[in-house]
């Protein structure tokens, strides 16, 4: 029995016997080849589901990998019913986890900041031929890559935001779509966190996160990664209505700029 499954606004992903397969396509929309991120969520899988974090990995073959379906609750839909004292302990296990997910490696910070340069800058040039967005009035902070280097070069996830996390039916919760994963830097998480999970949320349910991560980001650092975040989300528009997704995105980075 085939079912198509929430969640495939890039890739197409069904349940088939209880398997979750994932067809990836959209190369358009990111910066990786649909076999590029199949590759990184094999490797994830494979890594963190013996942690408990993640759903098993089955096979992979040509475009399409198999993994193990997750029965739960999304984060997304949760959270509107969830009281103060109810987030504070689930965003205290969310900060564990994504402590987790920051493994160590033995890669060269100078690297890991030529790397991350190289990306920002040609998604500035892409954005530059494609005469969609003017982006003179945008003043992009400086980095402190000493503070970057603090944390140095970890396993990231890049997409780690309530509709990416599964509550189970025993309590336990499971991040899903890794295929973006891969070495860079704990600040490229931290950014989609102010991007996507901390708006709207009290104090004490993010300092509860950051008390289960065991340390607090700085928050300027935060925010020049969420500027360069989001001008790779720019990067990627191709002509569609800018309402909605990339017209947020734009009006956030100016807001960023003042």
């Keep these: 029995m085939r079912v198509e499954l929430?969640?495939?606004?890039?890739?197409n992903v069904c349940l088939i016997n209880s398997v979750v397969e994932k067809e990836y396509a959209g190369d358009?929309?990111?910066?990786?080849?649909?076999?590029?991120?199949?590759?990184?969520?094999?490797?994830a899988l494979r890594?963190?589901?013996?942690?408990g974090i993640a759903p098993k990995f089955f096979s992979q073959d040509s475009n399409c990998l198999r993994q193990e379906f997750v029965e739960g609750v999304n984060l997304e839909n949760l959270l509107p019913n969830l009281n103060d004292e109810e987030k504070e302990k689930l965003f205290y296990q969310l900060g564990k986890i994504l402590c987790m997910i920051h493994t160590p490696l033995r890669r060269s910070p100078l690297y890991l900041k030529e790397d991350l340069e190289k990306k920002w800058g040609m998604a500035l040039i892409k954005i530059e031929s494609l005469n969609y967005f003017n982006l003179s009035s945008i003043k992009l902070k400086e980095i402190d890559w000493s503070e970057?280097?603090?944390?140095?070069?970890?396993?990231?996830?890049?997409?780690f935001w309530p509709g990416n996390v599964i509550i189970t039916p025993n309590g336990q919760i499971k991040v899903i779509d890794w295929e973006l994963a891969g070495a860079g830097s704990p600040y490229e998480d931290f950014a989609i966190l102010e991007l996507w999970t901390f708006p709207n949320q009290g104090d004490g349910v993010i300092s509860a996160f950051w008390k289960g991560y065991g340390q607090r980001q700085n928050d300027n650092v935060t925010?020049?990664?969420?500027?360069?975040?989001?001008?790779?989300?720019?990067?990627?528009y191709k002509g569609e209505d800018p309402i909605g997704f990339y017209e947020?995105?734009?009006?956030?980075l100016l807001k960023l700029s003042q």
């Design 6 to 11: 929430a969640g495939g606004f890039i890739n």
């Design 28 to 43: 358009e929309k990111v910066d990786k080849t649909g076999w590029e991120r199949m590759r990184r969520e094999g490797l």
């Design 47 to 51: 890594h963190f589901s013996p942690l």
């Design 148 to 159: 970057v280097f603090r944390f140095g070069p970890t396993r990231v996830h890049r997409d």
């Design 223 to 236: 925010r020049s990664f969420l500027q360069r975040r989001l001008i790779q989300f720019l990067s990627t």
């Design 248 to 252: 947020n995105k734009l009006n956030l």
